[in-house]
C-alpha cells in the first residue's frame, strides 16, 4: 500500500512541474501576442524559419501541455478512487480488527471452558476410578459366593441323586400298588354304574307311584328314551339361542335391507313367528320347579259339571298330585285338593268350603 501511495506522488509531483511550466509558456504567448505599437519587418529570411519553427516547437508544446493536463486531471480522479478505496479498506481493517478482538475474546472463554471441563472431566475420572474399584471388590465377592454356592449345588445334586434313587425305588412300588387299585376301582365304578342304573329306575319307579298312585317299573328302554329326550332338549335349547340371535340382528336391520313393503312385511311376520316358538319351546325346556318351591297361582276356569277348579300352574310350576291348597281370607277360607296336573294347568276339587265363593282370576295359595 505504501509503494502504491509513493508512486501517486511521482504522478503528482510530475503534473505540478508541467502545470507550472504551461503557466510560464502561456504568459510568453501572452505577452507575443500582445499589439505593439511599431511593425516590425524582418529581412533575414533566416530569422523567419526559425520564427516558424519556433512557432511550431510552441504549438507542439501546448499539445504537449494540454496532454499533461488531462493526464493530471485523470491521476487526480484515479487518486480520489484510490483514497475511497484506502478508505474503504481501512474501514474493512477496522471491522476485521474488531471481529478479530471478539474471536479472541471467544477464543479465550472457550479456553476457559475447556479447561473447566477438563477439570470436571478429571473429577468424574478419579470418581469413575473408586467406583470401579468398588465394583471390583463387589465382583470378587460375588465369585466367592458364587464358588460357595457351586459347593452347595455339588452337595445337593449329591442329596438329589440319592433321593431319585429312593424315589424310584418308592416309585416302582406304588406303581404296583397303583395297578392293582386300578383294578379295583374299574370293579368298583362297574357295580357303581349297576347300582346307578338301579337308583335311576328305581327313582322313575318312584316318581310314577306319586304321580299315578301305581308303581311303574322302568328299562332300559326307558332310560334311553329319557337319555333322548335330555339331548333333544339340549339342542333344541341351543337352536333356540341361535335364532333369537338371528332375529334380534334382522329386526333392527329390515328397514335397510330396500326391500319392497311387502317383502318387509312377510319378512316381519316370520321373525314373529319364529320367535313365537322359540318362547314356546324354552317354556317346554326349562325344568320343572320342585314342590316346595310353589307358592301361589290363580283361579283359571271353574267347571260346575263336573265341579272342577282348573288352576293356571301345572306340573313345571311345581304343582303335584294330592297337593292341598287354599283360597279365601280366614273368614272364608276354601282348601282344594289337586287331582289331574299337566305340563302348564292342573285341575283340583274343593274338600272344604264352598266353590261359589271362589271366582275366575282369585288367587290360590300352598298350604304351609
Same mark, same amino acid.
Not at 44 to 67: G, Q
Not at 74 to 83: F, G, V
Not at 98 to 107: P, S, V, W
Not at 337 to 361: C, D, I, T
Given at each position: 500500500?505504501?509503494?502504491?501511495?509513493?508512486?501517486?506522488?511521482?504522478?503528482?509531483?510530475?503534473?505540478?512541474?508541467?502545470?507550472?511550466?504551461?503557466? +510560464?509558456?502561456?504568459?510568453?504567448?501572452?505577452?507575443?501576442?500582445?499589439?505593439?505599437?511599431?511593425?516590425?519587418?524582418?529581412?533575414?529570411?533566416?530569422?523567419?524559419?526559425?520564427?516558424?519553427?519556433?512557432?511550431?516547437?510552441? +504549438?507542439?508544446?501546448?499539445?504537449?501541455?494540454?496532454?499533461?493536463?488531462?493526464?493530471?486531471?485523470?491521476?487526480?480522479?484515479?487518486?480520489?478512487?484510490?483514497?475511497?478505496?484506502?478508505?474503504?479498506?481501512?474501514?474493512?481493517?477496522?471491522?476485521?480488527?474488531?471481529?478479530?478482538?471478539?474471536?479472541?475474546?471467544?477464543?479465550?472463554?472457550?479456553?476457559?471452558?475447556?479447561?473447566?471441563?477438563?477439570?470436571?472431566?478429571?473429577?468424574?475420572?478419579?470418581?469413575?476410578?473408586?467406583?470401579?474399584?468398588?465394583?471390583?471388590?463387589?465382583?470378587?465377592?460375588?465369585?466367592?459366593?458364587?464358588?460357595?454356592?457351586?459347593?452347595?449345588?455339588? %452337595?445337593?445334586?449329591?442329596?438329589?441323586?440319592?433321593?431319585?434313587?429312593?424315589?424310584?425305588?418308592?416309585?416302582?412300588?406304588?406303581?404296583?400298588?397303583?395297578?392293582?387299585?386300578?383294578?379295583?376301582?374299574?370293579?368298583?365304578?362297574?357295580?357303581?354304574?349297576?347300582?346307578?342304573?338301579?337308583?335311576?329306575?328305581?327313582?322313575?319307579?318312584?316318581?310314577?307311584?306319586?304321580?299315578?298312585?301305581?308303581?311303574?317299573?322302568?328299562?332300559?328302554?326307558?332310560?334311553?328314551?329319557?337319555?333322548?329326550?335330555?339331548?333333544?332338549? %339340549?339342542?333344541?335349547?341351543?337352536?333356540?339361542?341361535?335364532?333369537?340371535?338371528?332375529?334380534?340382528?334382522?329386526?333392527?336391520?329390515?328397514? %335397510?335391507?330396500?326391500?319392497?313393503?311387502?317383502?318387509?312385511?312377510?319378512?316381519?311376520?316370520?321373525?314373529?313367528?319364529?320367535?313365537?316358538?322359540?318362547?314356546?319351546?324354552?317354556?317346554?325346556?326349562?325344568?320343572?320347579?320342585?314342590?316346595?318351591?310353589?307358592?301361589?297361582?290363580?283361579?283359571?276356569?271353574?267347571?260346575?259339571?263336573?265341579?272342577?277348579?282348573?288352576?293356571?300352574?301345572?306340573?313345571?310350576?311345581?304343582?303335584?298330585?294330592?297337593?292341598?291348597?287354599?283360597?279365601?281370607?280366614?273368614?272364608?277360607?276354601?282348601?282344594?285338593?289337586?287331582? +289331574?296336573?299337566?305340563?302348564?294347568?292342573?285341575?283340583?276339587?274343593?274338600?272344604?268350603?264352598?266353590?261359589?265363593?271362589?271366582?275366575?282370576?282369585?288367587?290360590?295359595?300352598?298350604?304351609?
Amino acid at each position: 500500500m505504501q509503494k502504491k501511495l509513493k508512486k501517486y506522488w511521482k504522478f503528482l509531483g510530475t503534473g505540478c512541474i508541467l502545470t507550472v511550466l504551461f503557466t +510560464a509558456l502561456c504568459v510568453c504567448a501572452a505577452e507575443d501576442a500582445k499589439p505593439a505599437s511599431v511593425t516590425v519587418q524582418l529581412a533575414d529570411p533566416e530569422m523567419e524559419s526559425e520564427l516558424a519553427a519556433n512557432k511550431k516547437e510552441l +504549438a507542439r508544446l501546448r499539445t504537449e501541455v494540454e496532454r499533461l493536463k488531462a493526464e493530471a486531471g485523470k491521476l487526480r480522479t484515479e487518486n480520489i478512487q484510490k483514497q475511497t478505496e484506502n478508505a474503504q479498506k481501512t474501514a474493512e481493517l477496522q471491522r476485521l480488527a474488531k471481529e478479530k478482538t471478539a474471536l479472541e475474546a471467544h477464543l479465550t472463554a472457550a479456553k476457559q471452558e475447556i479447561q473447566r471441563r477438563k477439570d470436571e472431566f478429571s473429577g468424574m475420572k478419579v470418581d469413575l476410578e473408586a467406583e470401579l474399584t468398588v465394583l471390583k471388590r463387589e465382583t470378587k465377592r460375588r465369585q466367592d459366593e458364587i464358588s460357595g454356592l457351586k459347593a452347595e449345588i455339588a %452337595k445337593l445334586k449329591n442329596e438329589v441323586s440319592k433321593s431319585t434313587t429312593e424315589l424310584q425305588a418308592e416309585n416302582s412300588l406304588l406303581a404296583d400298588t397303583n395297578q392293582n387299585l386300578r383294578s379295583e376301582l374299574l370293579d368298583t365304578l362297574e357295580r357303581c354304574a349297576r347300582l346307578s342304573d338301579r337308583v335311576k329306575r328305581m327313582e322313575q319307579s318312584a316318581a310314577g307311584v306319586l304321580e299315578n298312585l301305581a308303581p311303574v317299573y322302568s328299562g332300559v328302554r326307558e332310560n334311553e328314551l329319557a337319555d333322548a329326550l335330555d339331548l333333544t332338549m %339340549k339342542s333344541g335349547m341351543k337352536l333356540v339361542a341361535k335364532s333369537t340371535n338371528v332375529c334380534e340382528m334382522l329386526y333392527p336391520k329390515i328397514e %335397510k335391507l330396500g326391500l319392497a313393503d311387502v317383502e318387509k312385511a312377510r319378512l316381519r311376520v316370520a321373525l314373529d313367528a319364529l320367535s313365537t316358538e322359540n318362547q314356546s319351546f324354552a317354556r317346554l325346556s326349562v325344568p320343572s320347579v320342585l314342590p316346595e318351591q310353589f307358592k301361589k297361582c290363580r283361579v283359571l276356569e271353574i267347571s260346575e259339571t263336573p265341579e272342577m277348579i282348573v288352576l293356571n300352574a301345572g306340573y313345571r310350576d311345581g304343582v303335584r298330585v294330592n297337593m292341598s291348597l287354599q283360597a279365601g281370607t280366614d273368614q272364608k277360607i276354601c282348601v282344594l285338593r289337586v287331582v +289331574a296336573v299337566r305340563p302348564f294347568v292342573s285341575a283340583a276339587v274343593v274338600v272344604k268350603g264352598n266353590s261359589s265363593e271362589l271366582g275366575v282370576g282369585q288367587e290360590v295359595r300352598a298350604m304351609q
